[in-house]
């Protein structure tokens, strides 16, 4: 028994991997292992033999197991010092740079025009991209022999053959939601709608979508003084200095009377600055509202006026953070995101001009 003993400390003392150590394991205590015969043995044995051999073979059994799990314990612990020493990482190194994404301008603009107007109690309001020519048009009252429909170079959908309804189209401006949001909300009102429209129109300030913010409020005593403040307002509060506004009689036929509007900005090396000097860029359309469009959004000319207006989203980013081609603002270059995006912290500033 000492010899077995010492047999299999020494082998499982030099055994240099676990696989040898399973090996030792079977050869002495497994099923058929030596140990394990010698208690089979036991059965064999006179009572006498039996009461002094059983313990001591379970002691060199327990003594067996003992060792094989120290050294497999043994051989973990040297295997994990070998990759401790290998492997190393130097923590003091800089980290690798993720560079995140950045805001659109139109959406920094969008959401900057939103801010403002709702300081002005003005409230957002949603129409679909794909209009009734009712709501599109005619609710504008604009007719179906009326030239503006020609001028807007629209989108028609597809009706299936044989329907004889009018085709729907792609919104050509946002005031269709002048409409939905009167039939909604009635009287008193003031919303704004910033949203896609689309018309079959590209080259370098032209692109078939782009984005309108339209306003409109009502109420009983609402006139053209009204609009004027809000629109300086909205633009000194936009460029961030004092804008003078001058308003060009013109014609909607959606709004009567109605003016063109354009804010004060000077030329200068090429590029436009919004505040000062004595130029004039036109930016937006606006008038009031026609009594024939409240009819038609279910409120009562006889007891409600009020003011609408429609401006190009895009054109204000350009003048404000002075990017020179609209196209650009969906090409989708990341080159150019990066470098007229803006990090979601930014806090919007002015930066230079427009240039010509
Ligand atoms: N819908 C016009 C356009 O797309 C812009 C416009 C002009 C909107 C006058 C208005 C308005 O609400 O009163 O060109």
Redesign the pocket.
Known sequence: MDDLRDKYIDLIGAAGDEATLEDLRVQAVGKKGEISLKMRELGKMSPEERQIMGPKLNALKDEINAALAAKKAGLADAALNERLKAEWLDVTLPGRGRRSGTIHPVSQVWEECTAIFADMGFAVAEGPQIETDWYNFDA?NIPGHHPARAE?DTFYMHRAEGDERAPNVLR????PV?IRSMEAGGAPTRIICPGR?YRADYDQTHTPMFH?V???AIDKDISMANLKWVLEEFFSAYFGTAVKTRFRA?H?P??EP???VDIQCQWKDGSVKVGEGDDWLEV??????HPKVLRAGGIDPDVWQG?????GIDRIAMLKYGIPDLRAFFDSDLRWLRNYGFASLDVPTIRGGLSR
């Open positions: 504008l807007m050509t401006h946002t005031s002048q429209v309108q339209e306003g409109l013109s909607f959606f709004t109605s003016a063109e937006l359309g606006s008038g009031m509202v003011f609408a207006f429609g401006m």
